[in-house]
């Protein structure tokens, strides 16, 4: 009996710990929404940025070619100094 009450006490914390989940940003029809943030050499550096943004873009059923979709479900955002970083990842926190 003892330790149905500590497994049951235990469960109650766990959903109350996780229940106040934040707001997930989403394109209106529940498609979640990915913004890229790179460094200078952008999204044609033949590395991690170009895979991340290839990955990106097909997972929205785009083309590098035809990306239709950016901008409303995905979208790339360069910092040209690395000024730019901070101001740029508070951007796109707050959105």
Known sequence: MKKLLVFALILIMGTTLFAGGAKEATATDGTPTIRLLTDATGI????????????????????????????????????????????????????
Do not use: C, H
């Open 44 to 95: 044609d550096d033949k590395s991690f940025n170009a895979a991340a943004w290839r990955g990106i873009v097909e997972f929205y059923g785009d083309t590098l070619a035809n990306t239709s979709k950016r901008g409303q479900y995905y979208d790339v955002v360069t910092a040209q100094t690395q000024d730019m970083y901070i101001p740029n990842l508070k951007q796109a926190a707050d959105e």
